[in-house]
């Protein structure tokens, strides 16, 4: 066999709300190896997420709008570059389960990061919000590479 079937990591669930997928995004989330700020970051903006939530008077939580907010990030399609007869022809490629979950969660963080707020808890706060209504940079990124496979989709029977 030529590829190798990667191990897909098992998480240890974070500390405050008990969900692996808390600590996956933290993971990312994390710069020069400062762990502990990295969850502090989070957490604010779990904070910052509750009071936007009760100011909009909506049901959910801080921990499911943070959820839903990355559900509506996650792409179900790459485009890959393939070089077939001198030139480089896009191809639409369905993405694995693991897979989607990091490109939405690196998603979010680079679209939070760019954003032009005080703070990171800030700034990831409002981008979770913006996910979570269907708005903002991240969902922006993640309909322009649906609309890039959408586009190539003559060149999908070329699949790797």
Same mark, same amino acid.
């Given at each position: 066999?030529?590829?190798?079937?990667?191990?897909?990591?098992?998480?240890?669930?974070?500390?405050?709300?008990?969900?692996?997928?808390?600590?996956?995004?933290?993971?990312?989330?994390?710069?020069?190896?400062?762990?502990?700020?990295?969850?502090?970051?989070?957490?604010?903006?779990?904070?910052?997420?509750?009071?936007?939530?009760?100011?909009?008077?909506?049901?959910?939580?801080?921990?499911?709008?943070?959820?839903?907010?990355?559900?509506?990030?996650?792409?179900?399609?790459?485009?890959?570059?393939? =070089?077939?007869?001198?030139?480089?022809?896009?191809?639409?490629?369905?993405?694995?389960?693991?897979?989607?979950?990091?490109?939405?969660?690196?998603?979010?963080?680079?679209?939070?990061?760019?954003?032009?707020?005080?703070?990171?808890?800030?700034?990831?706060?409002?981008?979770?919000?913006?996910?979570?209504?269907?708005?903002?940079?991240?969902?922006? =990124?993640?309909?322009?590479?649906?609309?890039?496979?959408?586009?190539?989709?003559?060149?999908?029977?070329?699949?790797?």
């Amino acid at each position: 066999m030529r590829k190798i079937k990667k191990k897909i990591k098992k998480y240890q669930p974070d500390p405050k709300f008990n969900d692996s997928l808390v600590t996956r995004f933290v993971n990312h989330l994390i710069k020069s190896g400062k762990k502990g700020l990295a969850y502090k970051i989070f957490y604010n903006s779990m904070k910052k997420i509750d009071l936007i939530r009760e100011k909009e008077k909506e049901e959910k939580s801080a921990l499911d709008i943070w959820k839903e907010g990355l559900k509506n990030v996650t792409p179900h399609v790459e485009v890959r570059s393939r =070089r077939m007869g001198g030139t480089n022809i896009q191809i639409p490629v369905p993405i694995s389960n693991h897979s989607k979950i990091t490109r939405a969660i690196k998603l979010l963080i680079t679209c939070a990061t760019a954003r032009k707020e005080k703070t990171m808890a800030n700034k990831l706060a409002l981008e979770v919000w913006d996910a979570f209504r269907e708005q903002g940079e991240s969902i922006r =990124r993640k309909e322009n590479i649906h609309k890039m496979a959408e586009a190539n989709k003559a060149f999908s029977h070329f699949r790797f």
